[in-house]
């Protein structure tokens, strides 16, 4: 059976909490950044390989970068951030188009303020990862 694959995106603090958080509470997941900003940095770096700017092994990183922005994976959780820390909001879709959005309000960057406040956005994750349910 493969791991579990989390895809994040959107911007804002709470991205870059929860990506800290759900490495450890998703340890079994692999996680792929799809955020706006590192994907012009893949193209970038495909642009570069294309015009022969990299050096041998640059160019096949670049090769492997194009492939993959030309067939993304097909991700079992997305979670796409929006806002600030005291005010954001999470959407968690699963891959079989369950999609739930949660306010999020952190009253501390500890960990206990951060479990707390990703609780519904962790269970989502868990849920979505368990597959859908049977009736």
């Given amino acids: 059976?493969?791991?579990?694959?989390?895809?994040?995106?959107?911007?804002?603090?709470l991205f870059g909490i929860w990506i800290t958080?759900?490495?450890?509470?998703?340890?079994?997941?692999?996680f792929y950044d799809q955020s706006a900003t590192l994907t012009a940095f893949?193209?970038?770096?495909?642009?570069?390989?294309?015009?022969?700017?990299?050096?041998?092994a640059g160019q096949a990183a670049a090769r492997r970068t194009a492939e993959n922005l030309a067939n993304p994976p097909n991700f079992d959780v997305t979670l796409t951030f929006k806002g600030?820390?005291?005010?954001?909001?999470?959407?968690?879709?699963?891959?079989?188009?369950?999609?739930?959005?949660?306010?999020?309000?952190?009253?501390?960057?500890?960990?206990?303020?951060?479990?707390?406040?990703?609780h519904n956005v962790d269970s989502a994750v868990s849920l979505c990862l368990a597959g859908p349910r049977i009736v």
């Fill in 42 to 56: 893949r193209q970038a770096e495909v642009e570069l390989g294309r015009r022969g700017l990299l050096d041998p």
């Fill in 84 to 118: 600030p820390v005291q005010n954001g909001t999470v959407t968690v879709r699963c891959k079989d188009g369950r999609e739930k959005t949660f306010d999020v309000r952190l009253t501390g960057i500890d960990d206990r303020s951060v479990s707390q406040g990703f």
């Fill in 1 to 13: 059976m493969s791991k579990p694959s989390i895809a994040v995106t959107g911007d804002g603090q």
């Fill in 21 to 30: 958080h759900g490495m450890e509470r998703f340890p079994m997941a692999t």
